[in-house]
């Protein structure tokens, strides 16, 4: 695929623009409009989107550089569909190009020659009739000015209401289009009446923003005694445009000739961008971001007005919100919320006798505050049962002399290990996580399943993978292994990480039972007790058989209670009778 050099596009007057983001790196796909960079100068903040689809090879800019129109930002390997596509299009390329300047330049001098004609006949009316002088305030409808070719533009925030009084080029309303977010500013002073529109619509050049009482103007002005002005005669209006005539040819070749708009006054779209510039410097203001990071923030379900930016004069960028939310995470809050819980306070136990500070691990830090979170955030239910592992006990100790002839250790975990696997397979909605989004599931193909291991630095849970592969010796062995690593702290980051599901037993230490916290991602974790023997009546008489107590936790977002029941009442017949292991 052939690779372009894709470089800095018309900035207008802008040039020496810094960088301030870099939206891509090298060896990432992009589409066609995607943006690749940030840049930032005097008035505004602009997004530079990517002509074509390809894959990113280099990146020629960095943070900070300072670039003008025709600077390489990078260089890009173009999909053959779209370099097709230009090379086809390439012949009739400058032909449109000009042609599509000439229409421009036509349609420019036409609305010259129009504004002319209609100064010519306020002019004549005006010599004609004598104008009333401006007494009173009058209700004026704002529009949406020129948006440089956009059109059906999203309003993601409306700065005013209904009675306010707001001065000129006071923030109406903020609009973002695919590239870039601007907010339009009040033509004149007045009082706000009511608005035309509100947040989420979409709007085009000329679309209506509000009705504004302006207040009372000067009254030798003439634009403000245009409306009351008597209407031009026949003849005033006749003779008014051919006056203009010469004039609005003039005017259209000199528009043709030079591109550019006279500067005596600002440009508006200046106005706008400065207004932005000035208004994210503002105590109460709204917001400084781009499209893409408001568009993640509405994703997240963040209020950027709580965001600190690190960007360039206070820009928030991605890394914040991804930061604002991994920390809000991590300390909920604590107030503001029927959810919330206040803080235990602290409580200087040494007024009532001799005490010592001991400082929790970093592994007990972590291992505390991924509690908290998954019992915060995870709506558990707990599904408990008794299997009778009569049979499967007898079959172990058989296996004991075995065992030692292949040096591992057969406990009931490696049943339990292989058990799970077998109803992780049948029933395959416990083998899923559930996307942050809330919108969909990701459905696992393999079966790691890991097992909690204490040490004296704290729990960590190593991760046997592919556990349906295994035999029960492997798994024995495998297990014996890691938790000697786990005790002896040589656990790799590897080791802890891809489990699709969670036993934490207790062995002959536990009690009756005991209900486990989902360690999320995963949907559902085992806890299994002592094992317990009891009469069990069977055939007409009570036999003592041994019972071992289990408990499945599980998340109710992705699991119902009724898979629940099965997957717990189809593990305890596996446990009592193994031989279904081999179906």
Same mark, same amino acid.
């Given at each position: 695929m052939p690779v372009e050099s894709i470089k800095v596009p018309d900035l207008g007057d802008a040039k020496d623009v810094e960088v301030i983001e870099l939206l891509v790196s090298a060896g990432q796909s992009v589409k066609e409009n995607d943006s690749l960079l940030v840049l930032e100068s005097d008035k505004a903040a602009m997004e530079i989107p990517s002509p074509k689809s390809g894959k990113v090879k280099s990146i020629k800019v960095k943070l900070g550089d300072q670039v003008s129109e025709g600077h390489e930002i990078l260089t890009l390997e173009v999909e053959a569909s779209a370099a097709a596509e230009d090379k086809t299009s390439s012949k009739d390329k400058k032909p449109a190009a000009e042609e599509k300047q000439t229409a421009a330049d036509d349609k420019a001098g036409d609305k010259k020659a129009?504004?002319?004609? +209609?100064? /010519?006949?306020?002019? $004549? @009316?005006?010599?004609? %009739?004598?104008?009333?002088?401006?007494?009173? =305030?009058?209700? !004026?409808?704002?529009?949406?000015?020129?948006?440089?070719?956009?059109?059906?533009?999203?309003?993601i925030e409306v700065h005013v209401k209904p009675g306010d009084q707001i001065k000129v080029e006071d923030a109406l309303i903020t609009l973002e289009s695919d590239k870039a977010a601007m907010e339009v500013p009040a033509p004149k002073a007045g009082e706000v009446k009511a608005l035309k529109l509100k947040v989420g619509d979409k709007v085009s050049a000329g679309s209506p923003i509000l009705d504004l009482l302006v207040s009372g103007a000067d009254?030798?002005?003439?634009?403000?005694?245009?409306?009351? +002005?008597? /209407?031009?005669?026949? $003849? @005033?209006?006749?003779? %008014?445009?051919?006056?203009?005539?010469?004039? =609005?040819?003039? !005017?259209?070749?000199?528009?043709t000739n030079n591109k550019k708009q006279d500067n005596t006054e600002p440009d508006l779209q200046e106005k706008q961008q400065a207004f932005a510039e000035a208004a994210a410097q503002k105590e109460n203001s709204k917001v400084y971001a781009g499209p893409a990071v408001r568009k993640l923030a509405r994703e997240l379900?963040?209020?950027?007005?709580?965001?600190?930016?690190?960007?360039?004069?206070?820009?928030?960028?991605?890394?914040?919100?991804?930061?604002?939310?991994?920390q809000r995470l991590q300390a909920p809050q604590q107030t503001g919320s029927a959810l919330a819980v206040a803080a235990v306070p602290d409580i200087d136990f040494s007024q009532f006798g001799e005490v010592e500070e001991t400082p929790m691990s970093k592994l007990h830090r972590l291992t505390?505050?991924?509690?908290?979170?998954?019992?915060?955030?995870?709506?558990?239910?707990?599904?408990?049962?008794?299997?009778?592992?009569?049979?499967?006990?007898?079959?172990?100790?058989?296996?004991?002399?075995?065992?030692?002839?292949?040096?591992?250790?057969?406990?009931?975990?490696?049943?339990?290990?292989?058990?799970?696997?077998?109803?992780?397979?049948?029933?395959?909605q416990f083998n899923v996580s559930l996307h942050s989004s809330g919108e969909y599931l990701i459905q696992k193909k393999y079966i790691h399943i890991g097992v909690a291991v204490a040490t004296e630095a704290g729990l960590v849970v190593p991760v046997i993978r592919d556990v349906d592969s295994k035999s029960l010796w492997e798994l024995a062995a495998e297990l014996g292994a890691l938790t000697d690593k786990a005790k002896q702290r040589r656990l790799g980051k590897?080791?802890?990480?891809?489990?699709?599901?969670?036993?934490?037993?207790?062995?002959a230490i536990g009690g009756t039972g005991f209900t486990p916290i989902v360690n999320a991602p995963e949907v559902a974790i085992l806890g299994v007790s002592r094992t317990v023997t009891k009469p069990v009546y069977s055939n007409g008489q009570f036999i003592p058989r041994q019972m071992l107590p289990v408990t499945l936790s599980y998340d109710h977002r992705a699991v119902n209670g009724v898979d629940a029941g099965q997957f717990?009442?189809?593990?305890?017949?596996?446990?009592?009778?193994?031989?279904?292991?081999?179906?």
């Open positions: 129009e504004a002319r004609k +209609a100064d /010519a006949g306020k002019a $004549a @009316a005006t010599k004609s %009739a004598p104008a009333k002088k401006a007494s009173s =305030a009058a209700t !004026e409808l704002i529009s949406v000015p020129d948006l440089g070719g956009d059109s059906d533009v999203e309003v009254s030798d002005s003439d634009s403000d005694s245009d409306e009351e +002005a008597s /209407a031009p005669t026949e $003849a @005033a209006a006749e003779k %008014a445009e051919e006056e203009s005539s010469a004039d =609005a040819s003039a !005017e259209q070749d000199k528009t379900g963040v209020d950027l007005t709580q965001v600190s930016g690190t960007g360039a004069k206070g820009r928030i960028q991605k890394e914040d919100i991804h930061g604002f939310v991994k505390a505050a991924n509690m908290q979170r998954n019992w915060n955030t995870v709506p558990h239910v707990f599904q408990m049962n008794e299997a009778d592992i009569t049979d499967l006990e007898n079959f172990r100790t058989a296996q004991r002399s075995v065992a030692e002839k292949k040096g591992v250790k057969l406990t009931l975990l490696p049943f339990l290990l292989k058990a799970c696997a077998k109803c992780l397979q049948e029933y395959k590897d080791d802890m990480q891809g489990a699709c599901f969670t036993i934490s037993s207790l062995g717990a009442t189809y593990l305890a017949e596996v446990l009592g009778d193994i031989r279904l292991l081999l179906l």
